[in-house]
């Protein structure tokens, strides 16, 4: 069966983690531009586990109809074979022709139906060319999708939308916020995660856990958590965080004061991944850093790295968010370069993420121990 994961506002990263969450899957297109998502061919099983899983994606459409042409009575026959509903709501998306023309076609499916003696009404999308996940689940609206496909069209609907409610609870439901400009999101949090790959039931750590953000998103997936801060204060808020969410889901979580350089020292286990965002410099002195900033973090991120090193599992990966400043990735090229040297390989090509005109940049770097450590 094919599925289209529709990518949220980060698509590159939403795109790795997708091929990170699903690595044996072929993609068999990608679009980052018509519109930001993926068609894959899988089980319905599979792609609904994977979809729950992900940060990045917002919806999952299921294309189980191949049309020759799309007509207001091909269309409408398509959604009486699905829905045996005497009154229905409908959306139209083209996700990747704009010739279709949307608007007049869903008239004309209304009014097809209507001449079937079906109660219908239709809903365009706010902005974009497609419904949002809001609309989807509140006004309970089916979404029906039409992907060009070589020689013809594929139609399907909307089978999952994210549970936008559930996401906003964990973030803004949280005993202790984070607060501070430029934080990290919570789904940057899960994909960053997710780019880990680790197995089930692994131990993923963050040693500059900040509010707990990553070991929040870990839990939640049912990984082991360690995490650790050098400030007492953060480590504290991490708890309150941790215990809010740990009674719902039963969920265990070791916390420690600490610098992220010397964690190997307070840890006594091994661990699969490091996941984290460190200290990404002072606000306000971005987009540029003075040469003494940006030595003092390339410092910081070599040093825990060598440390990470003694505490990773064979072949461990790290994930870390680095700080990129605008047309320059000095400091990303120089950790990669100090990393290498030290017996780690990048994994991909870090994958930049910023919100348009943020001062605050983030490139996501994955690095794997090295076989002979
Ligand atoms: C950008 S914040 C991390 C935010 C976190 N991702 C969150 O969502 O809350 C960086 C954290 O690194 C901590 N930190 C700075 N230097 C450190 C060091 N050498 N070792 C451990 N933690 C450190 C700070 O106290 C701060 O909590």
């Not at 068609?39 to 729950?52: D, F, G, R, S, W």
């Not at 042409?69 to 269309?75: D, Y």
Request: charged share 25%; aromatic share 8%.
């Amino acid at each position: 069966m094919k599925f289209v994961f529709v990518f949220g506002n980060t698509p590159q990263l939403s795109l790795s983690e997708l091929k990170s969450a699903s690595p044996q899957t072929t993609l068999l297109s990608v679009s980052l531009l018509e519109y930001t998502g993926a068609l894959v061919e899988m089980t319905a099983e599979q792609a609904m586990l994977i979809a729950e899983k992900l940060g990045g994606t917002v919806k999952l459409i299921q294309l189980d109809r191949q049309l020759e042409e799309i007509t207001p009575v091909t269309l409408a026959d398509y959604l009486l074979s699905t829905d045996t509903n005497q009154k229905i709501s409908f959306g139209l998306s083209s996700l990747n022709d704009p010739d279709l023309k949307v608007n007049q076609l869903s008239r004309d499916i209304k009014r097809e139906l209507q001449d079937r003696d079906i109660k219908a009404r239709f809903v365009m999308p706010q902005e974009g060319s497609q419904l949002s996940s809001v609309v989807i689940s509140k006004q309970k609206v089916v979404e029906l999708a039409v992907y060009k496909w070589q020689n013809f069209y594929l139609v399907g609907k909307t089978v999952w939308v994210q549970d936008f409610q559930e996401w906003n609870r964990r973030d803004y439901g949280r005993p202790q916020a984070s607060g501070h400009i430029g934080m990290l999101p919570l789904k940057v949090a899960r994909m960053m995660v997710n780019l880990a790959q680790v197995k089930k039931g692994g131990t993923i750590l963050d040693p500059y856990c900040g509010v707990g953000t990553v070991l929040a998103e870990a839990m939640v997936l049912g990984y082991r958590v360690f995490g650790s801060d050098l400030d007492a204060g953060q480590v504290e808020k991490t708890r309150k965080n941790l215990e809010w969410l740990g009674a719902e889901y039963n969920l265990k979580f070791k916390l420690q004061v600490g610098d992220a350089r010397n964690v190997s020292n307070i840890l006594n286990e091994k661990v699969a991944a490091v996941v984290t965002e460190p200290d990404l410099g002072p606000n306000d002195l971005r987009p540029q850093y003075a040469p003494d900033v940006q030595n003092r973090l390339i410092s910081l991120y070599t040093g825990s790295l060598a440390d990470w090193k003694r505490i990773l599992e064979p072949l461990g990966t790290v994930v870390i968010a680095l700080p990129k400043l605008v047309n320059d990735g000095s400091i990303v090229q120089a950790v990669i370069d100090k990393a290498e040297a030290m017996g780690y390989s990048l994994h991909v090509h870090p994958v930049d993420y910023f919100r348009p005109g943020a001062k605050v940049r983030r490139s996501i770097a994955i690095f794997k121990l090295k076989d002979k450590n």
